[in-house]
């Protein structure tokens, strides 16, 4: 089954939302133009279910703070390879690195997934 994501989670002040939702509609345009298949934002919204460990733990989440996840869709990993290497010579994206974090790239936690089920 061919697939493969990569999947963000981040902790970012909610002062910053509407910097980091511009930010992110900017990469996802550059990135879609390297060959990203799809890529999406999301954040957090139901993500205390007792029982079960929450994300705000595994980046912990400070007060003031919402959780942000993200989802990159590509062919393969190979597919990925290809086209971050391609992204991250953009010049573009290197100048939107040079701007000040909207939030702790420490507290970032990453990810890549083959698809295992897709209905």
């Known amino acids: 089954m061919k697939g493969y994501v990569d999947v963000y989670l981040l902790p970012l002040p909610k002062r910053n939302l509407a910097a980091y939702r511009r930010l992110a509609q900017k990469f996802g345009r550059i990135a879609r133009l390297h060959g990203v298949l799809k890529y999406r934002e999301f954040t957090g919204d139901d993500l205390f279910t007792k029982g079960v460990v929450s994300f705000t733990h595994n980046v912990r989440l400070r007060r003031g703070e919402i959780i942000v996840a993200a989802v ?3 062919k393969s ?4 390879d290809r086209v ?3 992204l991250f010579a953009d ?3 290197n100048d939107m690195m040079k701007d000040k974090p909207l939030f702790n790239p420490k507290k970032m936690v990453y990810g890549g997934f083959k698809t295992f089920v897709s209905k």
């Open 84 to 86: 971050m290497k391609k």
């Open 77 to 80: 990993r190979t597919h990925r």
């Open 72 to 74: 990159v869709d590509f």
């Open 91 to 93: 010049p573009r994206l």
